[in-house]
């Protein structure tokens, strides 16, 4: 194994840390790389470091931003091959996932390159008053030094749908990555370092939740925190927070459903759930875990995807013709295990997966799994499970189906399968949910807004709402 990696990147310049962690390849249990990380000092160091920096890019140009950030997407363009078989090897996706992470990444940084380049023109904006003895504007400013955390599942996306809306807007960033997927954004953070952004502009800690997350959101001079990541987590980041008012954003969990309606195409319907349930391992915020079909065609919807299902080329990320890669960890894999054990002991059906392929004695490997006869009171049906288990559901009516899928504590996103194009206008009103797909895959792109109801999140990530969580507003009256 090569030397140890700097995690720690601050004021212009890579250090060490006192404690070393150990990176796994997911795929095969072995030790990937070991990356140096901090703690509350390196934190208290690059909280200085960004405050310093504030001073004057909050005062530079959105043009100038601009340019820095189409750097960076540049940057990211030139390595993507790199960026892909490091996203793949620590985190256990395939490489045609890993690709659709780093185009992501690109054209994020794309977008807020070109937000933040119109910037300038309208900062100052006149405000239409009742009164001609005063006259007023308002103006978009930088909230100051933000704290950035994220979790591992998608490690660069979540990362650029912070940090390049952060810079857009002329914040000054401290970022702390998931410690089990550091490798995917040390490399970000060598990128852009070589883009030229001044010194303590963008800093970076690597290291555990409790040495480096927790101290980054108590410590005062930070302005907001961003978090994506567990609720249980985001409670204790809130908590942290309201010690000094500090403004959070937060992406948490999700338990979303999926609804096949009467006149649906099945093989379209099958094909949504399988991505909706088994793209990255189920370990998306997002998955589609419910899959709510009208009793007509639950029976024929049931068959085809268990045969689908059961069809998934389950393999190593980089292996040929792979479909699904490997879950994150031991921890991870063992919650999923635990939580269809204890489904079937609920008295859950399981149709099919459920348990390690034969041919993969290594590494952290499920079968897609899919449930029915799911009682609605247990934990399967109603937490987020973070795996590859989607639980089948039949609905008698529309107004049923709503139900259904509104009784959860979470409101991500949901997906909605019909050929009767009022139908999924009607349910996708009805749903309450921060995305709704009609008939579509789960694209996502940076012009919109990302997000969700109830216990899924604060605010708003992408399009004008990532910037406007960045930014504080101010108003400015004179006597005329
Ligand atoms: P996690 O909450 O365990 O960790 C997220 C980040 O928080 C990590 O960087 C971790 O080190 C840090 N952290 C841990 N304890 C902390 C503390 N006390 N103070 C500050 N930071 C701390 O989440 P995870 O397991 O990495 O990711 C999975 C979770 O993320 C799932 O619940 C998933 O739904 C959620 N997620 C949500 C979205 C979204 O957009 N809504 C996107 C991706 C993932």
Known sequence: MSAVLNGIYIDGSWRAGDDVLEVINPATEAVLAEVSVGDAHAVTQAVDAASAAFVGWSKSTGRDRG???????????????????????????????????????????????????????????????????????????????????????????????????ALAAGCCVVLKPSEVTPLAELQLARIIAEAGLPAGVFNLVCGTGLDVGAPLAADRRVAKISFTGSNAVGVQVMQRAAETIKGVSLELGGKSSLLVLADADLDLAVELACGGGFFNAGQMCSATSRVLVADSLADEFLLRLQARAEAIRVADPFADEVQMGALINRVQYQRVLGHIQRGIEDGARLLCGGE??????????????????????????????????????????????????????????????????????????ALQAGLVWINAPQVIFPQTAWGGYKQSSIGRELGPWGLAAFQEIKHVISSN
């Open 356 to 429: 390690r392929p034969a041919d993969l004695p290594k590494g952290f490997f499920i079968r897609p799994t899919v449930f029915t006869d799911v009682p609605l009171d247990s934990a399967l049906w109603n937490e987020e499970i973070f795996g590859p288990v989607l639980c089948v559901r039949g609905f008698a009516s529309e107004e049923e189906a709503i139900a259904l899928a509104n009784a959860s504590d979470f409101g991500l996103v949901a997906s909605v399968v019909s050929r009767d194009i009022e139908a999924t206008e009607r349910v996708a009103n």
């Open 67 to 165: 340019a820095l950030l189409r750097k960076i997407a540049q940057g990211v363009s030139e390595q993507r091959e790199q960026l892909m078989h490091l996203q793949s090897s620590n985190n256990g996706k395939p490489l045609f996932e890993a690709a659709i992470d780093v185009d992501d990444v690109i054209a994020t940084f794309e977008y807020y390159a070109a937000v933040a380049e119109d910037m300038d023109a309208g900062q100052d904006r006149p405000v239409a008053l009742p009164s001609d003895d005063f006259s007023a504007r308002l103006r978009r400013e930088p909230c100051g030094v933000v704290g950035l955390i994220v979790p591992w599942n998608f490690p660069m996306v979540t990362t650029a749908w912070k940090l390049a809306p």
